[in-house]
């Protein structure tokens, strides 16, 4: 087919062999359709801001004749180009293409997806009731019937279901601003398509949003048609399924205003916890293992953020992980931290040589763990059953009762951070802990002083009973 | 300036450091705390982030982004990784630029949220179709979750390629203290090439079609150069190497386990170093043959071997012993696992 247009390259250079001619069969809608765009975008003056989104299909080579910008990318996903398109350029104009499969199949919810998000781009949809490029297979537009590659006893609306109508599906979302379904079967029906084509460009030089145009579009090679038969298949038969009308015009309306987002810098935004840079090395500082162990909810994750965090404020190499996937049953929670004055191998820990255990599952299950030289501390009230390994010195704490006398009985937590420090376990100054203690609470501040006392009761109490 | 800091945000901070323009993406476990801090950080930035309606889509959203000369990112798992592969070769074919983080779980099927590196192959082979490679780092600390998505980026714009940050669940979830970089990554006008809807521009075509064969050819080749041109930027990790009898050899989560090991075997007097690499595509492959000369070699993986058969592809002569120690399923191997395995190999020697 022969088609010189305005908006078109004078000459197809990216075109193999003639360069005057599309690679359309005689009688196919797509050089139509792309004619319409193309003097649609040139009468527009649009050509320097469009970029122009091909579909995989008999259009996969729309970049052979559109004089614009030109992006090609996998199958179906041209409506998801187009919206990340959008979303990085939105000033400019982007144009997606697609056919009915590319839409109707394998790309139909990324399409409906921008169609309900409203993403900013003119979305033309060619419906030509087949697989055009694959060899005439059968697409969700084919009609009720209708003999194809893939539907040789004709399409069985039992097993394969009806045409899709995808006007009439995008007709049910709120942010499409234009819809409307146009034929390019004779010269009366392509100045009704050239409209549609032309108002759903228009739309994007405004801002104005998602428009959508389906073009009824005649295949005659798959139809097995001449030129004139397969435009009458399309105006008698496909009609018949899928009626040309304007769904919605939408175009004169207010658009929903967006949730507004204060500008904020990135200093801001990632915010520092500590000055200084990198950690160095700190030989005088052991390396220490530590396992906070209790039931969700205890508080035992926090308890090993707190102690991380004054290591870290100081300089030190810590690790903190959580207990995690297939470790985390039967609601037990737990967290490995590792206090190092060097670069940490392994943030998971086989053998804690400090363990904190709040509840009877963990420690049972980690007191066995324990290297001789090393202390379990465990809240009192949970009976212990196991023997503890040889060398393993084990501190029953009053954790909960100390919480519950200060006024905070969830900060049994905190009761065991008080009884860490005073019994030298942290290698840290008690003050580090307790600034640490005080930052954990920044988004919670009327929660410190309670926990601040049972900070205090507890490292009394260790003092006390177990030094 | 430091902050104490999970590994999934620390991506995001690196990413915000690199310049990145846009996040797309889909929730999953253990990926979902870089969607959680992008969907915080960007906007106010005027960054873009964008839920996407899966993967599939997010992926084909960057390309959007990328055509337009913009840097995007995505961070997914395993299944999330697997339909986006499709995307990564186009990505290549197309040559843009955009960053993928896989934070691995288990599988094969959904598996369960415990940390893997089962996405090895998919990664580091390039699991999509055609002739194509991915950039692929594997940090194996909080600082390197950011450091090496600046990396990424940087890498990613350079050789207008995929790159992909192949973390784990452990690094994932695990917090340490960060380092915060300086200053946002510069970066080289993409005008000769992106498409951004402006008369620059309106020449330049994004594709990925070559009809002839000769000239498909002929990209392919120009694309295996360019790879091979990478190689330049591989990236590894010797420790206690120089005098070692035995190498442990691991990336990820798994060398933090290696090395504790290694620092074990050393205080009990036996002889071992690791050899980490830090970049799996280009592989470090000079740096490994330097590590492994003379040495017996233990290889360490949360998969079925999918490493070791590379440190085997790159081991020049592969003359002495070789072992491979794993776990699979969300079980991370202990490092008294890894001693057992190295003290045999040790004893069985002498
Ligand atoms: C993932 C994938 N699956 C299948 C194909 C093969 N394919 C190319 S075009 C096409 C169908 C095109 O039909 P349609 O979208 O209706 O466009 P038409 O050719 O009729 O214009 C298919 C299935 C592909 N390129 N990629």
Same mark, same amino acid.
């Given at each position: 087919?022969?088609?010189?247009?305005?908006?078109?390259?004078?000459?197809?250079?990216?075109?193999?062999?003639?360069?005057?001619?599309?690679? *359309?069969?005689?009688? @196919?809608?797509?050089?139509?359709?792309?004619?319409?765009?193309? /003097?649609?975008?040139?009468?527009?003056?649009?050509?320097?801001?469009?970029?122009?989104?091909?579909?995989? =299909?008999?259009?996969?080579?729309?970049? *052979?004749?559109?004089?614009? +910008?030109?992006?090609?990318?996998?199958? =179906?996903?041209?409506?998801?180009?187009?919206?990340?398109?959008?979303?990085?350029?939105?000033?400019?104009?982007?144009?997606?293409?697609?056919?009915?499969?590319?839409?109707?199949?394998?790309?139909?919810?990324?399409?409906?997806?921008?169609?309900?998000?409203?993403?900013?781009?003119?979305?033309?949809?060619?419906?030509?009731?087949?697989?055009?490029? #694959?060899? +005439?297979?059968?697409?969700?537009?084919?009609?009720?019937?209708?003999?194809? #590659?893939?539907?040789?006893?004709?399409?069985?609306?039992?097993?394969? +279901?009806?045409?899709?109508?995808? &006007?009439?599906?995008?007709?049910?979302?709120?942010?499409?601003?234009?819809?409307?379904?146009?034929?390019?079967?004779?010269?009366?029906?392509?100045?009704?398509?050239?409209?549609?084509?032309?108002?759903?460009?228009?739309?994007?030089?405004?801002?104005?949003? *998602?428009?959508?145009?389906?073009?009824?579009?005649? &295949?005659?090679?798959?139809?097995?048609?001449?030129?004139?038969?397969?435009?009458?298949?399309?105006?008698?038969?496909?009609?018949?399924?899928?009626?040309?009308?304007?769904?919605?015009? %939408?175009?004169?309306?207010?658009?929903?205003?967006?949730?507004?987002?204060?500008?904020?810098?990135?200093?801001?935004?990632?915010?520092?916890?500590?000055?200084?840079?990198?950690?160095?090395?700190?030989?005088?500082?052991?390396?220490?293992?530590?396992?906070?162990? !209790?039931?969700?909810?205890? !508080?035992?994750?926090?308890?090993?953020?707190?102690?991380?965090?004054?290591?870290?404020?100081?300089?030190?190499?810590?690790?903190?992980?959580?207990?995690?996937?297939?470790?985390?049953?039967?609601?037990?929670?737990?967290?490995?931290?590792?206090?190092?004055?060097?670069?940490?191998?392994?943030?998971?820990?086989?053998?804690?040589?400090?363990?904190?255990?709040?509840?009877?599952?963990?420690?049972?299950?980690?007191?066995?763990?324990?290297?001789?030289?090393?202390?379990?501390?465990?809240?009192?009230?949970?009976?212990?059953?196991?023997?503890?390994?040889?060398?393993?010195?084990?501190?029953?704490?009053?954790?909960?009762?100390?919480?519950?006398?200060?006024?905070?009985?969830?900060?049994?937590?905190?009761?065991?951070? =008080?009884?860490?420090?005073?019994?030298?376990?942290?290698?840290?100054?008690?003050?580090?802990?307790?600034?640490?203690?005080?930052?954990?609470?920044?988004?919670?501040?009327?929660?410190?002083?309670?926990?601040?006392?049972?900070?205090?009761?507890?490292?009394?109490?260790?003092?006390?009973?177990?030094? | 300036?430091?902050?104490?800091?999970?590994?999934?945000?620390?991506?995001?901070?690196?990413?915000?450091?690199?310049?990145?323009?846009?996040?797309? +993406?889909?929730?999953?476990?253990?990926?979902?705390?870089?969607?959680?801090?992008?969907?915080?950080?960007?906007?106010?930035?005027?960054?873009?982030?964008?839920?996407?309606?899966?993967?599939?889509?997010?992926?084909?959203?960057?390309?959007?982004?990328?055509?337009?000369?913009?840097?995007?990112?995505?961070?997914?798992? =395993?299944?999330?990784?697997?339909?986006?592969?499709?995307?990564?070769?186009?990505?290549?074919?197309?040559?843009?630029?955009?960053?993928?983080?896989?934070?691995? %779980?288990?599988?094969?099927?959904?598996? $369960?949220?415990?940390?893997?590196?089962?996405?090895?192959?998919?990664?580091?082979?390039?699991?999509?179709?055609? $002739?194509?490679?991915?950039?692929?780092?594997?940090?194996?600390?909080?600082?390197?979750? @950011?450091?090496?998505?600046?990396?990424?980026?940087?890498?990613?714009?350079?050789?207008? $390629?995929?790159?992909?940050?192949?973390?784990?669940?452990?690094?994932?979830?695990?917090?340490?203290?960060?380092?915060?970089?300086?200053?946002?990554? /510069?970066?080289?006008?993409?005008?000769?090439?992106?498409?951004?809807?402006?008369?620059? #521009?309106?020449?330049?075509?994004?594709?990925?079609?070559?009809?002839?064969?000769?000239?498909?050819?002929?990209?392919?080749?120009?694309?295996?150069?360019?790879?091979?041109?990478?190689?330049?930027?591989?990236?590894?990790?010797?420790?206690?190497?120089?005098?070692?009898?035995?190498?442990?050899?691991? *990336?990820?989560?798994?060398?933090?386990?290696?090395?504790?090991?290694?620092?074990?075997?050393?205080?009990?007097?036996?002889?071992?170093?690791?050899?980490?690499?830090?970049?799996?595509?280009?592989?470090?492959?000079?740096?490994?043959?330097?590590?492994?000369?003379?040495?017996?070699?233990?290889?360490?993986?949360?998969?079925?071997?999918?490493?070791?058969?590379?440190?085997?592809?790159?081991?020049?002569?592969?003359?002495?012993?070789?072992?491979?120690?794993?776990?699979? !399923?969300?079980?991370?191997?202990?490092?008294?696992?890894?001693?057992?395995?190295? %003290?045999?190999?040790?004893?069985?020697?002498?």
């Amino acid at each position: 087919m022969i088609v010189r247009s305005q908006g078109f390259y004078p000459e197809f250079e990216r075109k193999a062999g003639r360069k005057r001619t599309t690679h *359309y069969c005689a009688g @196919c809608g797509h050089g139509i359709i792309q004619k319409l765009i193309a /003097e649609a975008m040139a009468d527009l003056g649009i050509q320097d801001d469009t970029v122009f989104v091909s579909p995989v =299909g008999c259009a996969a080579f729309c970049y *052979y004749y559109l004089d614009c +910008g030109n992006v090609a990318g996998p199958h =179906g996903r041209a409506a998801a180009v187009a919206s990340g398109l959008v979303r990085v350029i939105p000033d400019k104009i982007v144009v997606a293409y697609q056919g009915d499969g590319d839409l109707g199949a394998i790309g139909f919810n990324n399409a409906f997806q921008a169609a309900n998000r409203g993403d900013g781009f003119a979305h033309f949809f060619v419906n030509n009731a087949l697989y055009g490029m #694959t060899g +005439g297979q059968m697409a969700p537009t084919t009609l009720a019937g209708q003999k194809t #590659t893939t539907s040789p006893y004709g399409r069985d609306v039992v097993s394969t +279901g009806e045409p899709l109508k995808v &006007c009439e599906v995008f007709d049910q979302l709120e942010r499409p601003v234009y819809i409307e379904r146009v034929s390019v079967a004779d010269s009366k029906r392509i100045m009704k398509a050239r409209k549609a084509i032309r108002k759903a460009l228009e739309i994007q030089k405004e801002g104005k949003g *998602y428009a959508f145009v389906e073009i009824l579009s005649p &295949c005659p090679t798959n139809m097995k048609a001449d030129a004139m038969g397969a435009a009458a298949f399309v105006s008698e038969e496909m009609e018949r399924a899928f009626p040309l009308r304007l769904f919605r015009d %939408r175009s004169g309306e207010e658009p929903p205003r967006p949730i507004e987002v204060e500008a904020r810098s990135i200093d801001d935004i990632v915010s520092a916890d500590y000055e200084g840079d990198a950690i160095d090395d700190l030989p005088d500082v052991r390396e220490r293992r530590y396992k906070f162990s !209790g039931f969700g909810g205890q !508080g035992i994750l926090s308890l090993g953020l707190v102690i991380a965090d004054a290591a870290s404020e100081m300089g030190r190499h810590v690790s903190w992980f959580p207990s995690y996937g297939p470790e985390q049953r039967g609601g037990s929670a737990s967290c490995s931290v590792v206090v190092s004055g060097r670069e940490i191998g392994s943030p998971a820990i086989d053998h804690p040589d400090v363990l904190v255990a709040m509840n009877q599952p963990s420690l049972e299950r980690f007191l066995p763990t324990v290297p001789p030289g090393g202390v379990a501390i465990y809240e009192e009230s949970v009976p212990l059953e196991a023997t503890a390994p040889e060398g393993v010195t084990v501190h029953p704490f009053p954790a909960s009762r100390i919480a519950a006398e200060n006024g905070a009985p969830k900060a049994a937590n905190t009761a065991l951070l =008080g009884c860490l420090v005073e019994l030298g376990l942290l290698d840290m100054p008690g003050e580090e802990l307790r600034r640490a203690l005080v930052r954990s609470f920044a988004a919670k501040p009327k929660l410190v002083e309670g926990n601040l006392a049972v900070f205090e009761a507890a490292r009394g109490h260790a003092r006390r009973e177990l030094l | 300036m430091r902050k104490f800091a999970k590994g999934n945000e620390a991506v995001t901070i690196g990413a915000i450091y690199a310049g990145c323009d846009a996040y797309f +993406g889909y929730p999953i476990t253990p990926a979902s705390e870089i969607a959680h801090t992008a969907a915080e950080y960007f906007p106010p930035l005027g960054k873009e982030f964008l839920q996407a309606e899966c993967e599939t889509a997010a992926i084909n959203m960057m390309y959007g982004a990328a055509s337009a000369g913009k840097l995007s990112m995505t961070a997914s798992s =395993g299944p999330g990784i697997s339909l986006m592969q499709e995307g990564m070769s186009y990505l290549a074919g197309a040559q843009l630029p955009a960053v993928v983080v896989d934070v691995m %779980r288990t599988g094969p099927g959904l598996g $369960n949220i415990g940390p893997e590196q089962g996405d090895y192959n998919m990664a580091v082979k390039g699991g999509g179709h055609g $002739n194509y490679r991915s950039i692929v780092l594997a940090p194996n600390s909080v600082q390197e979750m @950011c450091d090496l998505t600046v990396r990424c980026f940087e890498l990613a714009l350079r050789y207008r $390629n995929p790159a992909l940050l192949l973390a784990d669940a452990v690094l994932g979830q695990m917090m340490e203290s960060l380092t915060i970089p300086q200053g946002v990554m /510069e970066r080289e006008d993409p005008s000769d090439w992106c498409v951004r809807g402006d008369p620059d #521009t309106r020449e330049n075509l994004i594709c990925s079609i070559y009809l002839e064969p000769d000239l498909q050819e002929r990209h392919n080749w120009m694309l295996q150069d360019k790879y091979e041109s990478m190689q330049k930027e591989a990236m590894s990790e010797s420790y206690r190497c120089e005098d070692a009898e035995l190498l442990l050899t691991a *990336y990820g989560s798994c060398a933090r386990i290696c090395r504790s090991a290694v620092d074990a075997l050393r205080d009990e007097g036996l002889r071992a170093g690791l050899f980490r690499p830090i970049s799996l595509y280009p592989f470090p492959r000079e740096e490994l043959n330097r590590a492994a000369a003379g040495k017996e070699v233990l290889v360490v993986e949360l998969s079925n071997g999918q490493y070791r058969d590379d440190v085997r592809l790159h081991l020049d002569a592969c003359d002495k012993r070789l072992e491979l120690a794993n776990r699979m !399923g969300g079980n991370m191997i202990s490092v008294d696992e890894v001693l057992g395995r190295a %003290r045999a190999m040790l004893e069985g020697s002498s």
